[in-house]
């Protein structure tokens, strides 16, 4: 399953795609494939990992034609070799990082041999999570593969329900989708009902509430990976009752 995550910045998608992988990888729905697909962002220190290149460090040397050169060794092998380094390894899980967008200049041919070998490497998976740049316009260029899931991440102010239902609205415009587009509030308690109801306003299907959790702050202060939130922790628990309801309905 494809599982994205999007919303505005800082409502918490980096926080929720790592706990998402947590609990997959503790499930042993292994092997999975994390996607941080945010150019600012820290995917992988919430995941524990360093990761020293990324797609879009490819795709500038592959456009300044860096990989040109050895006889007898065509371009695309190249890259591909080079979209392999670039996969982190975690325990039960990979990283790729897609880093910085596009410069000017014609990416067209690296991009197209990037669409291909970034689609058979997800083939390669259980389970691909990813990590969603904020705001909306990246959607519209999105060209990959089409996603599962579609959690979009929103508080539950009128103003975060009213970004999550455009977001929401334009992933189905463009058929990205291929299950459903879901609702997640972050840092709402469960028990609130007044924003479990101003979130059915948005006609969104809700996924779950992820309450304010302590310990995820405790967690980034030290600058610990979230994959050792421990199981009892409010968060933990919302996220893994909304992923099994998620995998029922899917
Ligand atoms: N449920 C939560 N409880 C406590 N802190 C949270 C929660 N969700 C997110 N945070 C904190 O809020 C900040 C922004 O979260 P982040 O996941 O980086 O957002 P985004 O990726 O959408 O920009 C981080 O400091 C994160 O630790
Ligand atoms: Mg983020």
Redesign the pocket.
């Known amino acids: 399953m494809v599982i994205a995550v999007s919303?505005k910045?800082?409502?918490?998608?980096?926080?929720?795609a790592a706990l998402v992988v947590r609990y997959l990888t503790r499930a042993r729905e292994v092997p999975l494939l994390a996607v941080d697909a945010?150019p600012n962002?820290?995917l992988a220190d919430k995941l524990g990992l360093r990761v020293e290149r990324t797609i879009g460090d490819l795709r500038e040397d592959a456009l300044k034609s860096k990989y040109d050169a050895p006889a007898g060794t065509p371009r695309q092998q190249t890259i591909e070799y080079q979209v392999q380094q670039a996969v982190a390894e975690g325990a039960g899980f990979d990283l790729l990082v897609m880093g910085r967008g596009e410069g000017p200049g014609c990416y067209c041919s690296v991009n197209n041999m990037l669409r291909t070998f970034l689609a058979d490497l997800s083939s390669g998976y259980r389970h691909v999570v990813i990590?969603n740049e904020?705001g909306i316009e990246h959607l519209s260029r999105r060209t990959d593969d089409k996603v599962d899931v579609m959690l979009v991440?929103g508080d539950g102010t009128p103003a975060g329900l009213k970004s999550a239902q455009r977001i929401a609205e334009l992933t189905t415009s463009l058929e990205l989708v291929r299950d459903r587009t879901w609702l997640v509030l972050?840092?709402v308690d469960d028990a609130g009902k007044t924003a479990r109801e101003a979130a059915a306003t948005t006609g969104l299907p809700l996924a779950g509430c992820?309450?304010?959790?302590?310990r995820?702050?405790d967690f980034?202060l030290r600058g610990e990976p979230l994959l050792g939130m421990p199981e009892d922790s409010a968060?933990v628990m919302a996220i893994s009752q909304m992923l099994r309801s998620i995998q029922k309905e899917t």
């Open positions: 919303g910045g800082g409502t918490g998608k980096t926080t929720l945010d962002s820290t990590d904020a991440v972050n840092r992820v309450p304010v959790d302590p995820i702050q980034e968060a």
